[in-house]
């Protein structure tokens, strides 16, 4: 079991048009992309077994929590933001003893991230209604480290991980539109074996 806590880099992109009325018109899209950077923190459980003297699996389960925040606009009028939230991960690792108290690792599995979405069509219109969602994405993560032990039962790691989620589609009788969602992440862990 490990505490986690370490910087991330959050990229959004989207795109949106207005639902032409007649069918054989092409729609003028317009899109947006930008990225934050914030902490995060959070948790990890996991089991490991040494196959031979030379191969690791193991398999994990994971939380990680953080509050950044992506704004942007389409045009000079409009205004959206893209909130992050929790993350939870669920995956495999394969890794390789060096000596008796490091192991560099690869791992690889699902993500489930919680975002919540507000965009603003009018920004100088007090009166415009605002779109508002929160949405639950799947996607994958994969990544790699190194992980180092103080004690027989306590360790430290270093690890970078890639995350991206499922596209976030949204369309009314008026507006179609899409969202892209990834984040890079660079963390320490601190832990314990039981």
């Not at 992309?33 to 923190?41: I, V």
């Not at 690889?108 to 994405?137: T, W």
């Not at 991206?164 to 009788?173: I, P, Q």
């Amino acid at each position: 079991m490990e505490g986690r806590l370490g910087w991330e880099r959050v990229n959004a992109e989207a795109a949106y048009h207005l639902v032409p009325e007649d069918e054989e018109d092409e729609p003028e899209i317009l899109s947006a992309e930008d990225d934050a950077d914030e902490l995060f923190y959070g948790v990890e459980i996991g089991y490991d077994a040494l196959i031979g003297s030379s191969f690791l699996l193991g398999a994990y389960a994971g939380a990680d929590f953080s509050d950044g925040e992506i704004c942007g606009s389409f045009t000079d009028e409009d205004s959206g933001c893209l909130s992050t939230g929790r993350t939870l991960n669920i995956g495999v690792r394969t890794g390789v003893p060096l000596g008796e108290r490091a192991v560099i690792y690869a791992k690889g599995g699902y993500s489930n991230g919680k975002f919540d979405l507000l965009y603003d069509e009018d920004i100088e219109d007090e009166d415009n209604d605002l779109f508002e969602a929160s949405e639950k994405l799947d996607g994958f993560h994969v990544g790699a480290g190194a992980e180092f032990s103080f004690t027989r039962n306590t360790y430290g790691k270093l690890e970078y991980v890639y995350t991206s989620f499922n596209s976030y589609d949204y369309r009314s009788e008026d507006v179609a539109g899409a969202a892209d969602t990834s984040r890079h992440q660079v963390l320490v862990g601190l832990g314990l074996r039981f």
